[in-house]
């Protein structure tokens, strides 16, 4: 029986499954622009492998330190690394986690505030 995270939308969307608006990938992972943007610019980086989220187990220090460095270089492509921008990653159904798949949220071309939310 396949794990939840392999059957989520994140994952169909990186097996090429379901389109997306796909600004990078690599054989590690996949970032999109998000289709419920929160900022004017919203963009998702998931891993390939179906990592259940940030306390999953395989969820190796070298793949989520290429995740993080995909979400610089996107900024960075995305035109907002100069202003500033923010990274997200929600953790489990009280930490806002909505998809049961590792994701990381890209947000700028704004001012964010503080405290989010």
């Not at 943007?37 to 998702?44: E, N, V």
């Amino acid at each position: 029986m396949p794990s939840v995270a392999e059957d989520t939308i994140f994952a169909k969307i990186s097996r090429g499954e379901i389109s997306a608006d796909i600004v990078y990938e690599d054989e590690v992972c996949v970032a999109f622009r998000d289709i419920n943007p929160q900022a004017p610019t919203h963009i998702l980086v998931i891993p390939r492998d179906p990592l259940s989220g940030l306390t999953d187990p395989a969820a190796t220090p070298e793949t989520l330190g290429h995740l993080a460095s995909v979400c610089v270089r996107v900024a960075h492509e995305a035109g907002i690394a100069e202003d500033g921008y923010r990274v997200v990653v929600n953790v489990g159904r009280n930490g806002g986690q909505s998809v049961a798949h590792l994701h990381f949220h890209i947000l700028g071309g704004r001012a964010m505030a503080w405290p989010p939310g």
